[in-house]
């Protein structure tokens, strides 16, 4: 079967790699609105782009209030400081958030309505011209035609999607996620492997999508546990946001599954930070998927060097989760439980969320056929 495959127009990556951005960015527009969050101001990040701005001749006004995994609020005054400000491009720097957030602002600058309005149907006017910073090596938002809001009204994190909402350049630069503390870095590089396994293993994998999936993976396992126990080394670093890239370009054309699907939901009610939900998951929703196609697991099994090709597949697969298992443990990964989320609270809304998850459609992608049912007995076993 034929399949597309997309990712952004340019991507500028390595040592220097804003620095080198200059010429590109100065053809996208003449004023622009730089979407990011009051850490990123603070810390200093903001002004590295505002001050190339300055230098390249180019306006700019900041929108600085993503202040969390982004909500229709903050993407309202997102719009009006852009139409305020007169801004005819976009630049986004920090994390997933700022990214999802500068896609959803782009987004109603070119289509009617609301944000909400979205779900489930694909944004199709081109939006204004976009540049995405990552600050965190792992969402790869910064090569994805998705963008995930939360709806306030109803506590749903909506699944976005349109081909109009990848960047047009993406600047890959590791020197910005120096800053990352341990916390982020372990959840933003677990979801990134999630990323690489789920678009492996997922029904719309692809040739071209195999090849990025597998050298995210590769990548992850080595260099992840590095950049955990010294976030100074810079090796690990670069490594670790090239393959947060290549495993956004994974999920941009094959999807995620089950493990994103149930994800959403814990973040959206207990605001469990994106990664960290996902890895939560992982041992769960991979114990359940493994049997629906142990020969794509064996892959990354005998990719990362745990399994060759004498073992048969269902113990390569195996010997693949056993060393997400102990990834997860090196990373120091908690429970839910040890996070704080309420036990009571969660069996509460457990149902709902096994609805969403199944409504966001990424478990369908699983090879394994998941009801919800499955998603319920996932849930409860997370305690
Ligand atoms: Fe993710």
């Not at 909400?116 to 694909?122: C, I, Q, W």
């Not at 600050?135 to 109803?154: C, L, R, V």
């Not at 120096?178 to 492996?200: C, F, I, Q, R, W």
Request: charge should be negative.
């Amino acid at each position: 079967m034929a399949s597309k495959f997309i990712m952004p127009k340019q991507v500028i990556s390595g040592a220097d790699a804003l620095g080198q951005s200059k010429e590109v960015i100065r053809t996208l527009g003449t004023k622009a609105l730089v979407v990011s969050g009051k850490v990123m101001n603070r810390i200093g990040n903001v002004k590295i782009v505002t001050d190339l701005l300055d230098e390249i001749g180019i306006g700019w006004a900041v929108y600085d209030d993503i202040t969390g995994e982004p909500d229709d609020v903050m993407i309202d005054g997102g719009v009006e400081a852009y139409k305020a400000n007169g801004c005819d491009f976009l630049i986004a720097i920090g994390g997933g958030s700022p990214m999802d957030s500068m896609k959803a602002i782009g987004a109603l600058i070119t289509n009617p309505g609301k944000i909400a309005d979205y779900m489930g149907k694909e944004i199709t006017n081109p939006l204004p011209p976009m540049v995405a910073i990552p600050t965190t090596a792992g969402t790869g938002s910064e090569a994805t035609q998705f963008t995930i809001i939360t709806d306030t009204k109803t506590s749903i994190k909506m699944l976005l999607k349109g081909t109009v909402l990848i960047p047009d350049v993406a600047i890959v630069d590791a020197s910005f996620t120096v800053s990352s503390p341990k916390s982020v870095t372990n959840a933003t590089g677990l979801d990134a492997l999630t990323h690489a396994v789920e678009g492996y293993t997922s029904k719309k994998a692809s040739p071209l999508t195999d090849v990025f999936a597998m050298d995210a993976v590769k990548r992850i396992f080595k260099y992840l546990p590095r950049a955990y126990a010294d976030g100074e080394d810079m090796e690990a670093r670069e490594e670790m946001i090239l393959a947060a890239l290549e495993a956004g370009v994974v999920i941009n054309n094959s999807s995620v599954t089950l493990v994103h699907g149930m994800s959403r939901p814990i973040g959206a009610n207990f605001h469990v930070p994106h990664g960290l939900s996902n890895a939560m998951l992982l041992k769960v929703c991979l114990t359940f998927a493994l049997d629906g196609t142990y020969e794509r697991f064996a892959d990354l099994g005998r990719a990362i060097g745990v399994a060759t090709e004498k073992e048969n597949d269902e113990t390569a697969a195996k010997a693949f989760l056993t060393a997400i298992i102990e990834l997860c443990e090196t990373l120091e990964v908690p429970t839910l439980a040890e996070y704080g989320v309420d036990k009571e609270a969660f069996f509460k809304v457990m149902d709902k969320m096994a609805d969403d998850a199944i409504a966001s459609g990424s478990p369908g992608n699983t090879r394994k056929a998941t009801t919800k049912e499955d998603v319920l007995r996932m849930y409860k076993e997370l305690w």
